[in-house]
């Protein structure tokens, strides 16, 4: 995405054998965008990306040792360390599930101790680098009139249900996000009602007189999508989540209005639940006879044809249990 030249985006660096950049280059780019921004002399918008805790995971040593998590492994832990690397091939899900799915059951006990202390550190990498990106722009100067927008991309399976990663289930698990605004004088308050990411670009900008491109993969499922400024959205939204279209798995799509959460997968499995006492969504509670399953069904069924027109080659979904389409 860019504003014209007005966009200054710190993209990780792609020069650890993990993939992505590491976060105190991030820090590094981002405090030298925010230079530029100063240097122009006119107002920008600069956005900076940590990855850190997205597959696959690699934090320093630093971090482990801070943590506690600095001693040896039990077990010898290449053999799913190389598993996770698959992440970056195309068909990154599949192969990531297989791989680590694929180990006894003491190397999935190790593989699952291993992601979770591997993943604790890298938050633990981000976090002190964020804290340094935030005192590096203060000195500048630069927080003094911003608004600052915070917010988490997705979230991290570390093989709860056999799965790993991130983009294999629309729920909340991989969904659910973090997000706050910032700035020295604003006026503290909360926002509680359902919401998505959507919503960021309205609620700091107008999308009507800003040029963002919007990248290849993401064009067929974000046309006819739009958001709404933060506590606009008419009340009783529908919020839609989608995951695994084309990515090699069998896509889904959940609906979430209030707090009950619709999950439907294309080849038939639904999961239904309610978010006010499951907020992790862990207990299914699908009835097709429920007539909040039904409301949600309408949603995700009058939906499915912008689906199939975005991603071709999709094959046609199969109805879940009680249900038609």
């Known amino acids: 995405m860019r504003r014209n030249d007005e966009y200054v985006y710190a993209a990780p660096?792609?020069?650890?054998?993990?993939?992505?950049?590491?976060?105190?280059?991030?820090?590094?780019?981002?405090?030298?965008?925010?230079?530029?921004?100063?240097?122009?002399?006119?107002?920008?918008?600069?956005?900076?990306?940590?990855?850190?805790?997205?597959?696959?995971?690699a934090p320093p040593q630093q971090d482990l040792d801070a943590l506690g998590f600095g001693g040896p492994m039990p077990v010898d832990v290449s053999k799913f360390i190389d598993a996770t690397l698959f992440i970056t091939q195309d068909n990154g899900l599949v192969e990531i599930h297989e791989g680590l799915n694929a180990l006894s059951d003491d190397d999935r006990v190790a593989a699952e101790l291993w992601m979770g202390r591997s993943y604790a550190a890298s938050l633990h990498f981000a976090d002190r680098e964020i804290a340094r990106l935030w005192a590096g722009l203060d000195a500048l100067g630069l927080l003094d009139d911003t608004l600052v927008a915070f917010f988490t991309d997705h979230g991290e399976r570390l093989g709860e249900d056999g799965l790993w990663g991130h983009g294999s289930r629309a729920s909340a698990i991989e969904q659910d996000v973090v997000g706050f605004f910032w700035a020295r004088d604003i006026v503290p308050g909360a926002h509680a009602h359902p919401t998505g990411l959507i919503d960021l670009l309205p609620s700091i900008t107008d999308p009507a007189v800003v040029d963002f491109e919007t990248p290849a993969w993401w064009s067929g499922f974000a046309e006819g999508i739009t958001g709404s400024p933060l506590g606009e959205a008419e009340e009783g939204r529908p919020v839609f989540g989608y995951a695994s279209f084309g990515a090699g798995a069998?896509?889904?799509?959940?609906?979430?209005?209030?707090?009950?959460?619709?999950?439907?997968?294309?080849?038939?499995?639904?999961?239904?639940?309610?978010?006010?006492?499951?907020?992790?969504?862990?207990?299914?509670?699908?009835?097709?006879?429920?007539p909040e399953v039904a409301a949600l069904w309408d949603l995700i069924r009058a939906d499915i044809p912008r689906i199939r027109a975005a991603v071709p080659g999709l094959p046609p979904p199969l109805a879940p249990p009680g249900l038609s389409l």
């Open 13 to 57: 660096s792609f020069t650890r054998p993990a993939v992505f950049g590491p976060a105190d280059e991030v820090t590094d780019t981002g405090l030298a965008l925010g230079q530029q921004c100063l240097d122009q002399g006119r107002p920008c918008l600069l956005h900076v990306h940590y990855m850190d805790t997205h597959l696959p995971l």
């Open 250 to 290: 069998d896509g889904n799509v959940s609906v979430r209005v209030a707090d009950r959460t619709l999950v439907y997968t294309w080849s038939g499995q639904i999961e239904f639940f309610h978010d006010d006492v499951d907020p992790t969504e862990r207990q299914d509670r699908f009835d097709a006879s429920d």
